[in-house]
């Protein structure tokens, strides 16, 4: 018999989706030129992590747990069963909320995901309830958001950023345009902190007047933070922090400032949410239910290195990241120094180069004079060995075709100076062939 045969028409439209296809493009340059240096992958530094490390971490969690009173019988369970759907650290991460983000949430308002990217994917299928209601992103914007409402069959909205990063009056704009539309503005994705991929910074004025206008125009802000702890110098309050009116859905991660391997992410989802028959519960409820059809709990095993971690620390996952925050910060200078060196005034206006200069995080953005798509990628890759992302990946609704993104995370300081170089000597010649 002939084995089964699938039309792609027929699937869900999101697996013809480009952005799909963007990381596996990027992966599949990075394998195909092992000794280039990439300024892509957006991932902590490996020179951090020690495997016995894992082992203490699990075994101080362990020990938290017989010194409350727990039974080898019940420690057993803990790490061998499925555990709670909502998750078995929750009051160890409303502590950590706490301790470092001045936030106080209830441990129930906390649901322990796989990852940010789940937490992402629960929160916009419980909000999302049909065709009229609208996800608004702050454009550019990390391409998981993006995925996961394609997945949901839901197109979001780009709010352009300014260079100096996200401007309230452009979102109640485009608030305004989608009701126009006869749509209603349900949720507003924005990473205030270092976003990927820009690396913008939104200003404590900006995130006041966002709180606004999601309580005057009745929406929900989708905060994602990831490099607030790992980033040096002084951190702006979190949006979920200035909340006052429930109206924003903290999303989480250790990833970056723990290990990534361990896949432990978090939704902060304190919003009441009201049955018809008057019973009230939280909105973190509801993504409990969604999540035990998708994923049934977060790996135990997992939780238990994170939570080690976090009692080592008092609670403070920025413990962990006095040394990362630092060597982060030191990548980026070094990156900037490199291309102030590598692309002198005035020349570099001649060429029509410049970028920005984040003050923390792991990525910057840089304009170039020529189409920065995947052939120019490919070339990039084969002819200088220096790999870097188009920004073209990030832009929902188009954009970014002259510009690209620069990881400074995963590298040395050696990688560093080698790989500007060898970006500053494609560029140069790129420009030229595109003349």
Same mark, same amino acid.
Request: charged content about 25%; some cysteine.
């Given at each position: 018999m002939a084995p089964a045969t699938l039309r792609k028409a027929e699937l869900h439209a999101s697996v013809g989706d480009p952005v799909l296809d963007t990381m596996n493009f990027l992966n599949e340059i990075t394998h195909r030129y092992p000794r280039a240096v990439s300024f892509a992958p957006g991932r902590p530094y490996d020179g951090f992590f020690d495997v016995e490390d894992i082992f203490r971490h699990v075994r101080r969690y362990l020990d938290h747990l017989a010194e409350r009173g727990a039974t080898p019988a019940e420690i057993r369970d803990t790490l061998f069963q499925y555990g709670p759907t909502g998750g078995q650290i929750r009051e160890l991460i409303a502590a950590? +909320?706490? !301790? *470092? !983000? &001045?936030? *106080?949430?209830?441990p129930g308002a906390v649901v322990v995901t796989v990852g940010c990217q789940e937490a992402i994917f629960l929160t916009l299928r419980a909000l999302l309830a049909g065709p009229q209601d609208a996800l608004l992103v702050s454009s550019p914007c990390y391409v998981g958001i993006t995925g996961a409402a394609r997945l949901l069959g839901v197109e979001p909205t780009a709010v352009p950023e300014g260079r100096d990063g996200f401007r309230c009056a452009d979102l109640e704009a485009a608030l305004a345009a989608e009701k126009a539309r006869g749509r209603r503005p349900r949720a507003f994705y924005v990473v205030p902190d270092h976003s990927n991929p820009s690396g913008a910074t939104m200003s404590t004025a900006e995130r006041h007047a966002? +709180? *606004?206008?999601?309580d005057r125009e009745d929406f929900l802000v989708l905060e994602d933070s990831p490099y607030r702890l790992v980033s040096p110098g002084r951190r702006l309050p979190t949006l979920k922090s200035l909340d006052r009116d429930r109206r924003v859905v903290h999303l989480g991660s250790y990833s970056k400032t723990l290990f990534p391997g361990a896949r432990v992410g978090?939704?902060?989802? *304190? =919003?009441?949410?009201?049955? !018809? &028959?008057?019973? =009230?519960?939280l909105l973190a409820d509801e993504l409990v239910k969604i999540k035990s059809m998708v994923t049934v709990n977060t790996s135990p095993l997992s939780q238990a290195a994170v939570a080690g971690m976090l009692l080592a620390a008092d609670g403070r996952a920025s413990e962990w990241n006095t040394e990362t925050a630092a060597y982060y910060g030191e990548a980026m200078r070094a990156t900037l120094?490199? +291309? &102030? !060196?590598?692309?002198? =005034?005035p020349g570099r206006e001649a060429l029509g180069v410049r970028w920005n200069e984040p003050a923390g995080g792991f990525f910057l953005t840089l304009d170039v004079p020529f189409p920065a798509d995947n052939a120019a990628l490919a070339r990039s890759a084969e002819d200088h060995g220096v790999i870097w992302t188009p920004m073209s990946y990030f832009y929902p609704q188009g954009g970014g075709e002259h510009s690209i993104r620069l990881s400074v995370s995963y590298l040395t300081q050696a990688d560093i100076t080698e790989g500007i170089a060898r +970006?500053?000597?494609?560029i140069t010649a790129e420009a030229a062939r595109s003349r």
């Amino acid at each position: 018999m002939a084995p089964a045969t699938l039309r792609k028409a027929e699937l869900h439209a999101s697996v013809g989706d480009p952005v799909l296809d963007t990381m596996n493009f990027l992966n599949e340059i990075t394998h195909r030129y092992p000794r280039a240096v990439s300024f892509a992958p957006g991932r902590p530094y490996d020179g951090f992590f020690d495997v016995e490390d894992i082992f203490r971490h699990v075994r101080r969690y362990l020990d938290h747990l017989a010194e409350r009173g727990a039974t080898p019988a019940e420690i057993r369970d803990t790490l061998f069963q499925y555990g709670p759907t909502g998750g078995q650290i929750r009051e160890l991460i409303a502590a950590s +909320l706490r !301790e *470092d !983000e &001045d936030t *106080d949430v209830r441990p129930g308002a906390v649901v322990v995901t796989v990852g940010c990217q789940e937490a992402i994917f629960l929160t916009l299928r419980a909000l999302l309830a049909g065709p009229q209601d609208a996800l608004l992103v702050s454009s550019p914007c990390y391409v998981g958001i993006t995925g996961a409402a394609r997945l949901l069959g839901v197109e979001p909205t780009a709010v352009p950023e300014g260079r100096d990063g996200f401007r309230c009056a452009d979102l109640e704009a485009a608030l305004a345009a989608e009701k126009a539309r006869g749509r209603r503005p349900r949720a507003f994705y924005v990473v205030p902190d270092h976003s990927n991929p820009s690396g913008a910074t939104m200003s404590t004025a900006e995130r006041h007047a966002l +709180l *606004d206008l999601a309580d005057r125009e009745d929406f929900l802000v989708l905060e994602d933070s990831p490099y607030r702890l790992v980033s040096p110098g002084r951190r702006l309050p979190t949006l979920k922090s200035l909340d006052r009116d429930r109206r924003v859905v903290h999303l989480g991660s250790y990833s970056k400032t723990l290990f990534p391997g361990a896949r432990v992410g978090f939704a902060v989802a *304190d =919003q009441i949410v009201v049955a !018809e &028959d008057g019973r =009230q519960g939280l909105l973190a409820d509801e993504l409990v239910k969604i999540k035990s059809m998708v994923t049934v709990n977060t790996s135990p095993l997992s939780q238990a290195a994170v939570a080690g971690m976090l009692l080592a620390a008092d609670g403070r996952a920025s413990e962990w990241n006095t040394e990362t925050a630092a060597y982060y910060g030191e990548a980026m200078r070094a990156t900037l120094k490199r +291309l &102030d !060196e590598c692309f002198p =005034q005035p020349g570099r206006e001649a060429l029509g180069v410049r970028w920005n200069e984040p003050a923390g995080g792991f990525f910057l953005t840089l304009d170039v004079p020529f189409p920065a798509d995947n052939a120019a990628l490919a070339r990039s890759a084969e002819d200088h060995g220096v790999i870097w992302t188009p920004m073209s990946y990030f832009y929902p609704q188009g954009g970014g075709e002259h510009s690209i993104r620069l990881s400074v995370s995963y590298l040395t300081q050696a990688d560093i100076t080698e790989g500007i170089a060898r +970006l500053a000597r494609f560029i140069t010649a790129e420009a030229a062939r595109s003349r």
